[in-house]
């Protein structure tokens, strides 16, 4: 499994768009606006993701959590545990039992399914226990009365990066659409924009950080090694299960949670092979001759400000990433 690029350990991040449609929509004659779980339900589900969580990562079997992951986080997490399976067929002699405690449950309103919550959460993986921790930002989905709810973002965040939600007079977080206009860039634009920005500068809305212009800046050093050069492709994952989701703040704004799929091509000098690490190895295809191209899904959480904000108006605050194939030519 692959770490978020800043912060604590990470596992190693299922919606469709409709998941972010406000007012009513008819789905097998239920037309009523409720809270998309009680709390009493989104415990069992934060307990039941966590211990399947567990035994996948002990066992190191993808099968034992598959029905609890989803979108951006089950392609990282499933991969990551079929790799692992290959290189220590074994199990994980190394597993240390995920907590998450102290949740706090964001539930908005919605008709109909697929519905959808978010637990924040404080986690064991910090190394320092204290109010300052990181915090787990879990996205649970579920799509149908028969279904069980699984985890289809995570984000791992200071709790300062945890802003204020917009709720109604019950205390329900209010969901924000696809096209919602509130915040300075809609949720749907969010993964087509990212993409377009990690490849040309443009929209040049991205807050500084290390998931934006430090980031690019790295890809830059990167592109031409000694006997290597690598290429980057990045493209939008935004429907089905990765469609994006967003929960609207109090200043008008909005988080949203949204991912893309990105590829490196290494390609090497004459006489000279790319170097293939064991948990990439597991998951190629061909043989590694002098080019590699790996495929990654990049996970992100961002705080976008309200519409009319002059500067800056996108902050990526969490990017959680991991190779979910190769190929080898």
Request: charged letters at 25%; hydrophobic letters at 40%; one cysteine or more.
């Amino acid at each position: 499994m692959r770490r978020p690029i800043r912060a604590a350990a990470g596992l190693a991040a299922a919606t469709v768009m409709s998941l972010l449609a406000s007012g009513c929509m008819t789905v097998h004659g239920e037309l009523a606006v409720l809270p998309g779980a009680k709390k009493s339900e989104a415990a069992q589900a934060l307990a039941d993701f966590t211990e399947a969580y567990n035994k996948a990562d002990k066992a190191y079997d993808p099968g034992l959590d598959a029905g609890r992951v989803t979108g951006a986080l089950g392609a990282i997490n499933q991969a990551g545990l079929k790799a692992r399976s290959i290189t220590n067929p074994q199990g994980n002699d190394r597993h240390q039992p995920l907590e998450l405690t102290d949740a706090k449950f964001l539930i908005p309103k919605k008709a109909g399914w697929p519905r959808w919550f978010v637990a924040d959460t404080d986690s064991n993986r910090d190394k320092d226990d204290g109010p300052g921790d990181n915090r787990w930002v879990l996205v649970f989905v579920r799509n149908g009365a028969d279904q069980l709810w699984e985890v289809a973002y995570l984000a791992i965040l200071t709790p300062d990066e945890i802003p204020e939600f917009k709720t109604d007079k019950d205390g329900h977080v209010e969901p924000v659409p696809a096209d919602g206009k509130s915040p300075a860039v809609a949720p749907g634009d969010m993964s087509t924009e990212y993409a377009s920005y990690l490849k040309s500068g443009e929209p040049a809305h991205f807050a500084p950080g290390p998931h934006t212009d430090e980031w690019r800046n790295i890809r830059e050093k990167n592109a031409k090694l000694p006997g290597l050069t690598i290429q980057y492709i990045d493209q939008p994952l935004d429907t089905g299960d990765f469609a994006p989701l967003a929960l609207a703040t109090k200043d008008g704004g909005a988080l949203v949670f949204f991912a893309i799929r990105y590829f490196d091509r290494q390609t090497a000098a004459r006489g000279y092979t790319p170097k293939v690490s064991t948990d990439v190895k597991a998951l190629m295809t061909g043989e590694v001759r002098d080019t590699l191209t790996k495929e990654w899904v990049s996970s992100q959480a961002a705080l976008v400000k309200p519409d009319g904000a002059g500067s800056d108006q996108v902050n990526v605050v969490s990017r959680l990433q991991g190779v979910t194939g190769a190929e080898g030519s």
